[in-house]
């Protein structure tokens, strides 16, 4: 069984240990989790959220000797650095707010070795910081199918959004792929851009064979460092429903080899989704989902 790596930017918030733990709970064997400090004043803080916590030879902290996340690069730079000095055969991320099912790992791994994929990804489902349920995104964090600002016409975005997801039309939660060192290693460089989140996923699907889970095993929390609203996923989730019928979604169906090169949606979507919008309203959701501070980050 290949050996993994999770890799967690932190700034100690108390949510840490929650992540920590969902590491620990996996049902695969040889996980390690490697938190990393964003700076020495998250030192204490990250020390006092793992109170308690054994950290044994399957957890690892590093202090880094200065802040990398400020200027919106969040956890990005530590996530493109740290893959190029492990040794584990597979690299996953996970922020430190977020959490994994205990069969995240295991899953991921299964899809990535039964299809031939270069790499993996799960799906993610939508909670508040306290961990109740909001939704399943299956409008935004797809990876091979198109991201729902996309879909978006030109009422609802200014054109330098506009080029921009033209130019970077996918996203996968940087917390969901699962990938063989020599990938990570490869798209090391992309995750020292702003938006690396929708960079890296639009480079290997272009690029690299990748497959999806189909399943949710990634636990992506609202609140705390996030600005996106939560009607952002459920408004998203009911045009693209709505548009594909009622039908399995494409994603949520069994791991197959994607690729290279980004699928779509019907053509249907789009007319769907713009009718269902007003303009401000999706005005002010795009920027609420635009940059945020998350992991990694400076705080004021």
Known sequence: MPSVVVITASTGRAVLRRCVE???????????????VDGPRFAACADEALDGVDRDKRLELLVLPRNTGHSQHYGYRIYGALPL?????????????NWFDADHVSSALDALLSTGAEWAYSLRRIRTHRGELICEDDSDSLGHWPKFATLLSPDHLSQPEIDFHR???????????????????AVAPLWQQVHADSVVPSFLVEEHAGVCTGRSTLNYALGGGS?????????????????YGTGPLPWRQAPRRLGPGSLRHPARVADQVDEALPTT???QQCEAAGPRRGPGEERP
Do not use: K
């Not at 969902?22 to 990393?36: G, K, W």
């Not at 000095?85 to 707010?97: A, H, R, T, W």
């Open 85 to 97: 000095l492990v040794d584990d055969d597979i690299v996953c991320f996970l922020d430190e707010d």
């Open 227 to 243: 600005g996106t609203p939560d009607d952002w996923f459920t408004h998203g989730n009911r045009s693209i429903r709505e548009a």
């Open 22 to 36: 969902s590491v620990r709970d996996q049902d695969s064997p040889d996980v390690r989790h490697l938190v990393v």
């Open 281 to 283: 309203a999706s005005r």
């Open 167 to 185: 130019r970077h039309p996918n996203l996968v939660d940087s917390s969901c792929y699962i990938l063989p060192r020599p990938v990570a290693c």
